[in-house]
T-cell receptor, first 116, second 119 residues
Framework: AQSVSQHNHHVILSEAASLELGCNYSYGGTVNLFWYVQYPGQHLQLLLKYFSGDPLVKGIKGFEAEFIKSKFSFNLRKPSVQWSDTAEYFCAVNAHSGGGADGLTFGKGTHLIIQP | EAEVAQSPRYKITEKSQAVAFWCDPISGHATLYWYRQILGQGPELLVQFQDESVVDDSQLPKDRFSAERLKGVDSTLKIQPAELGDSAMYLC?????????????????FGPGTRLLVL
C-alpha cells in the first residue's frame, strides 16, 4: 500500500514570502499525484495534478509543483504568497490497483498561515 | 459549475444510535468515493463504487458501517451503532474517467462533507 508524507504540519509565513511544501510518497509503480487545498470553512478543492508528461505542473492561483520520480517527491511551490493562501494543503496519490480501485491516499496535511 | 452534494452538513448523535449520510455526485460521474477525515488528519478512503458496484471496501469497518449506491447515482453511508471514535468529517467525492490504459487519469471532486459528532 502506498503512503504519503508531508514534512511540515504547520507553516507560518509573511506575505510575499516564497513557499515550498514538501511531499514524499512511497510506491514504486505508476502514480497520479495531486495537491488539494481546503480554505477555512470550504471543501477540498483541487490545486493541481500530475498524470504524466512534463514533471513541472502549474495549478490555480499561481501554484506549481514538480514531480521528481527519483526522489518520490511532489513538492508544492509558490513564489510569493498572499494572505488569502491561508489554508490546509493536502498532498495525495493514487496508484493502479486490481479491479479499478484508485482511492486517494492523503498526507496528514500542512496548515499554512500567512501573516499580513 | 457542477458540485458534489452532501447532506446533512452537520449531525450530532448519541453513542449507539444509527446515522446516515447522503451523497449526490456530479452528474455523469460513474465513480463515487466515501472518505473519513479525522480532525488534524488527511482523508482516508472508506469505500469506492463504480456505478452500483463496490470496487474497494477494504478499509470500511463492516461490523458497523455500510454503504450503498443502488441505482448507480446517489449513495448512502450508514453507521449503526455509532461510537465516540466515529466523530469525524465524512467526505464524498466523484470522478469521471479520462481514458488511458492502466492507471486511469481521474480527478476526484469533493463535496462539502458531513461533520459528525457522537456524544
Amino acid at each position: 500500500a502506498q503512503s504519503v508524507s508531508q514534512h511540515n504540519h504547520h507553516v507560518i509565513l509573511s506575505e510575499a514570502a516564497s513557499l515550498e511544501l514538501g511531499c514524499n510518497y512511497s510506491y514504486g509503480g505508476t502514480v497520479n499525484l495531486f495537491w488539494y487545498v481546503q480554505y477555512p470553512g470550504q471543501h477540498l478543492q483541487l490545486l493541481l495534478k500530475y498524470f504524466s508528461g512534463d514533471p513541472l505542473v502549474k495549478g490555480i492561483k499561481g501554484f506549481e509543483a514538480e514531480f521528481i520520480k527519483s526522489k518520490f517527491s511532489f513538492n508544492l511551490r509558490k513564489p510569493s504568497v498572499q494572505w488569502s493562501d491561508t489554508a490546509e494543503y493536502f498532498c495525495a496519490v493514487n496508484a493502479h490497483s486490481g479491479g479499478g480501485a484508485d482511492g486517494l491516499t492523503f498526507g496528514k496535511g500542512t496548515h499554512l498561515i500567512i501573516q499580513p | 459549475e457542477a458540485e458534489v452534494a452532501q447532506s446533512p452538513r452537520y449531525k450530532i448523535t448519541e453513542k449507539s444510535q444509527a446515522v446516515a449520510f447522503w451523497c449526490d455526485p456530479i452528474s455523469g460521474h460513474a465513480t463515487l468515493y466515501w472518505y473519513r477525515q479525522i480532525l488534524g488528519q488527511g482523508p482516508e478512503l472508506l469505500v469506492q463504487f463504480q456505478d452500483e458496484s463496490v470496487v474497494d471496501d477494504s478499509q470500511l469497518p463492516k461490523d458497523r458501517f455500510s454503504a450503498e449506491r443502488l441505482k448507480g447515482v446517489d449513495s448512502t453511508l450508514k453507521i449503526q451503532p455509532a461510537e465516540l471514535g466515529d466523530s469525524a468529517m465524512y467526505l464524498c467525492a466523484s470522478s469521471l474517467a479520462q481514458g488511458g490504459l492502466g492507471l486511469a487519469r481521474k480527478t476526484q471532486y469533493f463535496g462539502p462533507g458531513t461533520r459528525l459528532l457522537v456524544l
